[in-house]
């Protein structure tokens, strides 16, 4: 079959260089099976003047330079080849759904919409309009379909809707594109590397630093963790910088937390590793793929409950889920890093989360759709 996957979110998401590429790992899987597959990538227009094709892994990238409004791509649908048997999208909110969905009726495709969330994160007037937007055109386009959600939180929300057939198929990881023998390297070498000593106890938070990521409040948390020898590692970058430093010197902190801006995918596994503890509190998650990165390279991840955490981290020894920020503070405390909890955890992570899974419920919707429609 010929199988398009379609990503019109502009921003962050799988940003090349710098984070896991669900579409990527999700593309070459989806290969394996003599499947001719395109990735269609939406990317900011400053970001390159035309479509650049790669080809890799057994399947073709398109990254199409895409107008915007906000992460709402306005991808030119007609880009897509019109004998493509699937689309597969990235779909959530994206406003392009109802016209790549007419695109995909014209040309007698299948489409298949993946949602991890159905409600714009911010509580202010332009996510009111947003969700209204959604209400009154994509959700009426979900309805009519089978849709295949992230987290069974997403397959709640969007049934609450009147979405009536759902299938859950969580994000997989692609585990060939880790650092599999990151175990040979001395951590404590490493540690020294990124500015740390070897009894050093690493309590790391990695994110964008803008107010939705709550790292403010993860300086609150640090100083109040009474724990000997902490120490805070921050990786991002955004609005919120300078007020970051400042607060650490308001706290007193300010000689142990350390701010990285910006670090390279491929050495984001460092990070990972060094650190004892991996902290998340965004409680609209929707999925977290740097936390299975921190549960695939052993550090204990403590999180605010979130669609996302509470799919990946169930069942996870070693791993926790906190109701409020207290909750938090007292995790790192009182529990200590356990390795042997850690790697039964990362097995567990390796048989559950692999797009495999994930490939397979797509092949059933497209199955029961040939079967309705022969």
Not at 255 to 273: L, R
Not at 283 to 290: D, L, Q, R, S
Not at 355 to 362: G, P, R, V, Y
Request: proline fraction near 4%; hydrophobic fraction near 40%.
């Amino acid at each position: 079959m010929k199988i398009a996957i379609v990503v019109p979110i502009v921003g962050n998401f799988g940003r090349k260089g710098f984070y896991h590429s669900q579409e990527i790992g999700l593309g070459k899987e989806v290969a394996l099976y003599g499947n001719e597959v395109t990735v269609y990538k939406c990317v900011p227009l400053n970001a390159m003047k035309e479509i650049k094709i790669e080809q890799r892994d057994g399947f073709t990238i398109k990254y199409i330079p895409t107008k915007s409004f906000g992460p709402h791509g306005i991808l030119k649908v007609t880009l897509i080849d019109k004998d493509s048997d699937v689309v597969f999208v990235f779909a959530d909110t994206q406003l392009i759904i109802p016209k790549l969905y007419r695109y995909c009726e014209r040309n007698k495709i299948k489409f298949i919409p993946y949602v991890g969330i159905a409600h714009s994160f911010q509580q202010n007037l332009r996510s009111k309009i947003m969700d209204t937007l959604f209400k009154s055109t994509i959700l009426k386009v979900y309805k009519k379909l089978t849709v295949i959600t992230k987290t069974i939180d997403a397959k709640r929300e969007l049934e609450a809707l009147g979405v009536s057939d759902c299938r859950v198929a969580p994000v997989g990881m692609d585990f060939e594109a880790l650092k599999q023998d990151y175990e040979k390297y001395d951590r404590t070498e490493l540690r020294e590397k990124w500015g740390f000593k070897e009894d050093d106890q690493i309590i790391s938070f990695v994110a964008r630093l803008q107010p939705e990521k709550h790292p403010l409040e993860m300086l609150d948390i640090f100083a109040k963790v009474k724990k000997q020898n902490k120490k805070m590692l921050m990786v991002g970058k955004g609005p919120l910088t300078e007020k970051l430093h400042e607060k650490t010197i308001a706290l007193g902190v300010e000689n142990i937390v350390t701010f990285i801006p910006e670090v390279k995918y491929d050495d984001m596994w460092q990070i990972h590793y060094i650190a004892d503890y991996f902290v998340n509190l965004r409680p609209e998650e929707i999925f977290g793929m740097a936390i299975m990165e921190a549960v695939y390279y052993k550090s204990c991840v403590v999180s605010i409950k979130a669609p996302g955490p509470n799919t990946i981290l169930k069942g996870m020894e070693g791993h926790y889920l906190c109701e409020d920020y207290n909750g938090v503070v007292l995790s790192i405390e009182k529990n200590e890093v356990s390795l042997s909890k850690l790697e039964r955890s990362k097995r567990l992570l390796q048989s559950q989360f692999t797009w495999q899974n994930c490939s397979m419920t797509i092949g059933t919707v497209i199955g029961e759709y040939h079967a309705n429609t022969n």
